[in-house]
């Protein structure tokens, strides 16, 4: 868990309020520090599992999320899924742009040898 140590909570004089869940001040504490932490939806991740605490400035009582329920857990957890295949997919296109000529060809070819293959495959089996 190497992302603790750029949490917004991390050596905070005050760690109990992550876990105070009577006390509604720390809890709106906790929040409000965890809103502009950079590794606020890692947090979340790890807290999906606990029953209590702050957990990516979600706070979590019994398991539950005061005013929504675990479902809200998991739709940020498949938006950030979904932003890093975007990520990974603009990375991809950054480095076929830098593909010379002669590369880009060759690429292309195996790929449409594979895709020829296939189809033969697919009409023997059919």
Do not use: N
Request: charged share 35%; with cysteine; proline share 5%.
């Amino acid at each position: 868990m190497k992302w603790v140590h750029g949490a917004a909570c991390a050596g905070d004089p005050s760690p109990g309020d992550w876990f105070a869940s009577a006390d509604a001040d720390r809890t709106a504490r906790a929040v409000a520090v965890c809103g502009g932490c950079p590794v606020r939806l890692e947090c979340l991740e790890v807290g999906l599992g606990e029953g209590r605490g702050v957990w990516g400035g979600v706070p979590r009582d019994g398991g539950q999320v005061p005013g929504g329920d675990r479902e809200q857990d998991q739709a940020i957890l498949e938006a950030r899924k979904v932003a890093r295949s975007v990520a990974r997919r603009e990375q991809e296109r950054k480095r076929l742009a830098l593909e010379s000529p002669e590369a880009r060809e060759m690429r292309l070819a195996v790929r449409r040898e594979y895709s020829r293959k296939r189809r033969a495959r697919a009409t023997e089996a059919g």
